[in-house]
C-alpha cells in the first residue's frame, strides 16, 4: 500500500483538511490535478455537464443583475472552479445576444489546478476570457462571484467536542500502511474561530470549513471594497446533524474513503447556515437560502425548456426533459442542492430568491 505513503508527511499523521489537500491537489499526484473527473467517461457530472439550461440560467440571472444594478460600463464575473468550462462557454454564446452588457462585460476564471486550467484554455479560447490566481487584476466593480460545486470540494477540518473541550480528527497512515482515524487535542486557535458562529454551538462533531472560509475571505474583501455579490450553488444542508458527511465518487459510483486515493472525488456537504452567518459576519446582505428548484424554476428553466422542445423530435425532447428532471426533481438534485447570494449593494431585488 505504498500509494498511502504518498499522502502523509514524515509524521505519518495529518488533521483531516490536511490530508484532503494532498490527496486532491497535490501537484504530481492529487485527484484534481492528475486526471479530469468530469463528464460519463470521469467520475461525476455537474449540472452544466447535464444540461445547457442551467448555464443558460445563470447567465440571464447575471444579465438581469447587471440590468438591476442600472448597466454599470463595466461588470466583472467570476467562476470559481469552472471545471472543464462549459458554463463560461454557454455565457459567452448567450451574452452575445446582449450587446450593451456583452461590451461591459469582463469574465474570469478562478482556477487552482493547473491541468484544468489547461483544459479550460483549450475549450474556452476567447479573448473575453482570462484567468486569475487572486482577483488583484480586478481594479473596478462591480464583481459578481459565482461558484457551482466549488465549495463543496475544498477540503474541511473535522471535529469531536466532550464538553468543553475539542478534540480534532487526524487520519494516522499504520505500520501496516492502513489508515486509522485518531484524535488530538485541538488548537486554541481553531476553538475560537468555531465558537465564533451559533451554528456550530450545540454540535458535538463539527465539520469546519477553515480553508474555505480563507477562500471567501479574499472574495468579501474584493466585494466590500468594489461593490458585488458571490452566487454559490452546492448540495449541503441548513440544519446541522453531528454528522460526517465526507463522500467520495469514483466512476459515478459510492466509494471507500480511503480507496482509489488520488483517483477518486473526495467532498463534503455545505453547511449554508455557517456560509449565511459567516456573510453576515462580514457586512454583507444574504439572500434567504433555496433549492437548486425553486431558483431554477424561478428564472424560467420550465419555459426555456418547453420553447426549446417545439422544435424537437420526440427523442430530443425525452433527453431534454429526462435532463431537466435530474435538475430540478426533489428526489435528484432539485433539494439536495442550495442556492445563496451574499451581496453588497443597496438594491435587493435579485431573481431567483423570492
Not at 487552482?112 to 484554455?121: D, E, M, V
Not at 469531536?160 to 500502511?177: A, C, P, Q
Not at 486509522?180 to 454551538?201: C, T, W
Not at 435532463?323 to 431573481?351: P, S
Amino acid at each position: 500500500m505504498i500509494i498511502n505513503q504518498n499522502f502523509f508527511n514524515k509524521s505519518r499523521m495529518l488533521p483531516v483538511d490536511k490530508f484532503l489537500e494532498n490527496v486532491l491537489y497535490d501537484k504530481k499526484k492529487g485527484y484534481y490535478t492528475s486526471k479530469i473527473p468530469f463528464g460519463y467517461k470521469g467520475d461525476f457530472l455537474t449540472a452544466p455537464g447535464i444540461s445547457n439550461l442551467f448555464s443558460e440560467m445563470i447567465g440571464i440571472w447575471l444579465v438581469t443583475t447587471w440590468n438591476t444594478l442600472r448597466k454599470p460600463k463595466e461588470f466583472n464575473i467570476v467562476e470559481l472552479g469552472p471545471g472543464n468550462g462549459s458554463l463560461t462557454k454557454i455565457l459567452i454564446k448567450l451574452f452575445k445576444r446582449f450587446p450593451e452588457f456583452n461590451k461591459a462585460t469582463n469574465i474570469f476564471l478562478y482556477e487552482k489546478s493547473s491541468l484544468l486550467r489547461n483544459l479550460q484554455k483549450k475549450n474556452i479560447n476567447h479573448s473575453k476570457v482570462k484567468w486569475t490566481k487572486n482577483f488583484n487584476n480586478i481594479k473596478k466593480g462591480p464583481i459578481i462571484f459565482f461558484g457551482n460545486e466549488f465549495f463543496d470540494s475544498i477540503p474541511i477540518k473535522q471535529f469531536t467536542r466532550k464538553g468543553s473541550l475539542f478534540f480534532e480528527k487526524h487520519y494516522l497512515l499504520n505500520k501496516k500502511n492502513k489508515i486509522d482515524e485518531v484524535y488530538k487535542k485541538a488548537s486554541i486557535k481553531d476553538i475560537s474561530k468555531i465558537k465564533k458562529f451559533k451554528v456550530l454551538n450545540n454540535l458535538k462533531f463539527i465539520e469546519f470549513p477553515k480553508l474555505g472560509l480563507n477562500e471567501l475571505n479574499k472574495i468579501t474583501k474584493k466585494i466590500s471594497k468594489l461593490s458585488g455579490g458571490l452566487l454559490l450553488i452546492d448540495y449541503g444542508y441548513l440544519n446541522s446533524k453531528n454528522e460526517n458527511t465526507l463522500q467520495s465518487l469514483s466512476n459515478h459510483k459510492r466509494n471507500n474513503i480511503f480507496d482509489n486515493l488520488g483517483k477518486a472525488d473526495i467532498t463534503s456537504l455545505v453547511n449554508f447556515s455557517l456560509l449565511n452567518e459567516y456573510f453576515i459576519k462580514n457586512n454583507l446582505k444574504v439572500k434567504k437560502v433555496v433549492t437548486q428548484k425553486f431558483f431554477l424554476e424561478k428564472m424560467g428553466i420550465i419555459e426555456r425548456a418547453n420553447h426549446l422542445s417545439q422544435k424537437m423530435s420526440f427523442k430530443e425532447q425525452s433527453n431534454l426533459y429526462l435532463r431537466l428532471k435530474r435538475l430540478l426533481d426533489t428526489k435528484l438534485m432539485g433539494n439536495l442542492f442550495k442556492v445563496i447570494f451574499a451581496y453588497k449593494f443597496k438594491k435587493n431585488n435579485f431573481l431567483g430568491f423570492e
